[in-house]
């Protein structure tokens, strides 16, 4: 049976990064969409966003980072973004009350992107990188973790651009749980996990 483990993107390497997203959507994104304010994101280059998320990443640093690499047997299979919610402004600029809900609350981390390499694609992968924002939230201090899945209506199914944002039952099974349904199909959706929960650790982690 396949091991999945995890680690923070600083704890990887830029090499590792770049195989994830050299495919799709993900490719010309760079996890981006989110991070740049407005109408700036027009004016953005493919060169900048290359640079914009390997900065953020900070492979080979202390940190911070801007989210997880997956792997399956040692090889880098998917990432996902995690970082506290005030780093995405893009969340914030748009006129949309869902996603400036209770602006006041202090240590919101916001999940916002899962890719997944084709070749490591449906074989659930996408729930371990759930459950792993879970772990890392709770040892990085996170009070709340935030997520803006898709649900499909019944009978229908996404391609895998479209479920970059996570798909609802994922983060269901992740022990998250429904805070708002803004539109047919988008979820917001919260894991509280509170300063009983807070532990430091460091290092690889298995699942």
């Known amino acids: 049976m396949p091991e999945f483990s995890w680690r923070p993107a600083n704890d990887a390497t830029s090499e590792d990064v770049e195989a994830v997203f050299d495919a799709g959507g993900a490719r010309r994104c760079r996890c981006q969409a989110l991070k740049v304010p407005g109408w700036i994101w027009r004016d953005t280059t493919q060169e900048g966003r290359d640079a914009a998320l390997l900065e953020q990443a900070g492979c080979g640093t202390s940190g911070p980072t801007s989210g997880l690499i997956g792997y399956v047997d040692g090889e880098p299979a998917g990432w996902v973004a995690v970082e506290p919610r005030e780093n995405y402004p893009r969340i914030w600029a748009r006129q949309k009350s869902w996603m400036r809900?209770?602006?006041?609350?202090?240590?919101?981390?916001?999940?916002?992107?899962?890719?997944?390499?084709?070749?490591?694609?449906?074989?659930?992968?996408?729930?371990?990188?759930?459950?792993?924002?879970?772990?890392?939230?709770?040892q990085v201090g996170a009070s709340v973790l935030e997520g803006y899945p898709t649900e499909p209506p019944p009978g229908k199914t996404v391609i895998w651009d479209e479920a970059s944002v996570g798909l609802l039952q994922v983060f269901l099974a992740a022990g998250y749980e429904v805070e708002a349904s803004p539109t047919l199909r988008r979820r917001v959706v919260r894991h509280r996990l509170g300063a009983d929960w807070r532990r430091i650790g460091t290092g690889e982690h298995t699942g």
Do not use: H, I, N
């Open 101 to 138: 809900m209770d602006p006041d609350l202090e240590d919101v981390w916001s999940v916002t992107c899962f890719v997944v390499r084709k070749g490591f694609r449906r074989q659930g992968l996408m729930y371990e990188l759930a459950a792993a924002t879970v772990e890392y939230g709770r």
